[in-house]
């Protein structure tokens, strides 16, 4: 398929140049087409979540102690 795309100048310069340093096979054309699949890939997969499970030593949160002191009226 043939399409037309505006892009800035200066991208255009930079990729042309890029295309010309390139060894042989490199192109314009596969340079977009493999710009437009990373960039898709990247888009399409679904977003990482960084989660941690926060622990205090290995042994999970700790538990207060409870005492008499802690109920109302101070009866056990």
Do not use: C, H, Y
Not at 20 to 46: C, H, K, M, Q, Y
């Amino acid at each position: 398929m043939k399409t037309t795309i505006d892009i800035p100048d200066a991208l255009a310069v930079r990729a042309k140049r890029f295309v010309a340093s390139g060894g042989p096979g490199t192109t314009l054309r596969d340079l977009v087409i493999a710009g437009l699949e990373a960039e898709l890939n990247r888009r399409e997969r679904p977003a990482r979540v960084d989660f941690n499970w926060v622990t205090q030593d290995g042994q999970g949160l700790a538990q207060p102690q409870a005492s008499t002191t802690d109920r109302p009226g101070g009866t056990p």
